[in-house]
């Protein structure tokens, strides 16, 4: 049976806001090629997170992502074995023309957003030899396309759990960001709005002040820059 290596790899990427009291305004994309299919490549026996990252490295032009294993869904003529990565928009200097990036969200746990297209889903909880399994039930009748949207949103729900409890946020900050950033980006993986001051406080652990500082929007309060500080034992790969 073919095994397929499938690589999700989300993309923050940010605009400046005409409106200079605002932060600039934040999408998460998804990387695809020109007929929408995600990046993969046939398992050859070679370490597959090895060949995930080969692939997307030639794709993007960089090694400046960081992936992990999601899942192996089985289907009747191969498996898919599922990788999600994570970036910035800065990281990539020297996209393939055969790919692009579109612009991906889920909201309200039941619709999934890529460019102009919408997905409605559930999750149903199944109870398995006395274990209990949640699925994705997606209203696809095209089964290509049905296995396409399952991968990308097992993938960004991956990340969505792993928000709270590892350092995969900071794998979307470029070199230098504020914590505003982290926050909005937080909000954006999450579908939820949180608390500023609580929030800084959990994530203070993971950020180093830079020294200089900028002021983007001229006249207000120039905002204080940090770094990535990864902490042992918490790191998201």
Known sequence: MQINLVSC??????????????????????LVDKK??????????????????????????????????????SYDDSVDIVYVGATNIE??????????????K?????????DEEVYNYKTVEIVENKNI?????????DEKLKRKIKNMLLSYKRIRVDVDTTDVMFKFMPKEFTLEDVRILYEIIKDEEVD??????????????????????????????????????????
């Open 36 to 73: 929408g299919n995600l990046p993969s490549v046939i398992n050859n026996g070679k370490h597959m997170r090895t060949k995930v990252n080969e692939l997307l490295s030639k794709i993007i032009g960089t090694n400046l992502f960081h992936t992990q294993q999601v899942c192996a869904m």
């Open 133 to 141: 399994i949640y699925k994705q039930i997606i209203d696809i009748d």
């Open 9 to 30: 790899l989300f993309v923050l990427d940010s605009e400046k806001n005409d409106n200079i009291r605002k932060n600039d305004i934040k999408r998460i994309k998804v």
């Open 106 to 114: 889920v909201k309200n746990n039941n619709t999934i957003y890529l």
């Open 196 to 237: 500023k001051s609580n929030f800084r406080k959990k994530i203070n652990k993971y950020c180093k002040k830079v020294d200089k500082i900028t002021n983007d929007k001229s006249g207000y309060r120039p905002s204080q820059k940090y770094e990535f500080v990864p902490l042992k034992g918490d790191v998201w790969l």
């Open 91 to 104: 990281n990539i200097k020297d996209l393939d023309s055969n790919y692009q990036l579109l612009e991906f």
